[in-house]
């Protein structure tokens, strides 16, 4: 019994150890580095030739809502005042058949989108991850140019979701 009084003991004055590290952890998953409170992520560049004019402001919108609501950091809207600043850019988007029907047609388009970021530790003056990201989602182009907007938002979401995880698994 006293042995095991100790090791419940010992195992209680670990606890600290184990999240006393030098990165705050959400239960997200997201770690950030404590150092880091606030972030700028302005208007993200659209360079693509696409139709859908908001892809930007979508992009922007939903970087932001990750890395504000399920981080600790907060949103500063001059990047000269943020810890961290998360600068994206749409590359490249592409709208192509995917599988094609027996009368020759496209039975399914597949949206393509690329993005690269550039996400920089100010304080520390240190680039954090400088990479680019893209993913895909389908959709019948038969339902209307609808669908393709859709489908880009979607591709744009996985995006996001990619970013996200990529910024703050890295820790």
């Known amino acids: 019994m006293h042995r095991f009084r100790n090791t419940v003991f010992a195992l209680w004055l670990s606890i600290p150890l184990l999240f ?13 580095p404590e150092n880091l409170n606030s972030i700028a992520i302005p208007l993200a560049i659209d360079n693509s030739i696409n139709t859908i004019p908001s892809l930007s402001d979508e992009l922007t919108e939903l970087l932001i809502n990750r890395f504000v609501n399920q981080t600790r950091l907060s949103l500063t809207p001059n990047e000269a005042d943020a810890d961290a600043v998360l600068v994206a850019e749409i590359q490249r988007y592409t709208n192509a058949p995917a599988a094609v029907s027996g009368e020759e047609t496209a039975a399914r388009n597949r949206v393509t989108i690329s993005v690269s970021i550039v996400y920089t530790d100010q304080a520390d003056e240190e680039e954090l991850l400088n990479r680019s990201f893209s993913n895909f989602e389908e959709y019948d ?7 393709e907007e859709r489908a880009a938002l979607a591709a744009l979401e996985n995006v996001a979701d990619d970013i996200f995880t990529a910024a703050t698994s890295n820790w």
């Open 20 to 32: 006393g590290g030098c990165a705050y952890y959400s239960f997200t998953g997201a770690t950030i």
């Open 141 to 147: 182009p038969l339902l209307g140019v609808d669908e």
